[in-house]
């Protein structure tokens, strides 16, 4: 007994402690560099300064959801274009299976591959199945998180990002 109230008052400390802390919006978003289904590598510190990103999460590609995702977010590309961001899908599946995913659905925009699970778990995204949970995440051009929106509907994915870049004020590009 007295060792399960020592372990109970030892977790109660370290999550006190501000060590198990969740990401929150006004945090700065944990840097990446990842492969894409396009050939190219991108890292999100690149982006600081010059533009708002945008890193939608999904748990497996060529899946039924996700595909409905993705071909939302392609068909609609033209129309989040207008906004001054750059926008991603990311799982944690390998870069083989995004890039099928991404010549079947016809992304117009990168598709990343995060095989090591170590940008899903900085995000907090991975899932208890390992994969990622259908979250995205809105980050300011200073690399700040905007909006972490973690009720993503695949069928109006596109519609809901442009929604959130108008209410979040991300500035249009010029015509």
Known sequence: M???KTCLL???LFAASGAVRAL????MAPDFQLPAADGKTYRLADYRGK???VLAWFPKA???GCTIECKSLAEN????RQFNVTYFMASVDPLKANTS????????FPILSDEDKSVAKAYEVLGMSG????HTFYIGKDGRILKIDTNVRPETSAEDMLSNLETLSVERRAP
């Open 2 to 4: 007295q060792l399960l």
């Open 10 to 12: 030892a977790a109660c």
């Open 24 to 27: 929150e919006v006004g945090d």
């Open 51 to 53: 533009q708002a990103v």
């Open 62 to 64: 060529s899946t039924y």
């Open 77 to 80: 590309g033209h129309k989040i």
């Open 101 to 108: 995913f991404a010549e079947e659905t016809n992304a117009d």
């Open 131 to 134: 994969v990622a949970k259908r």
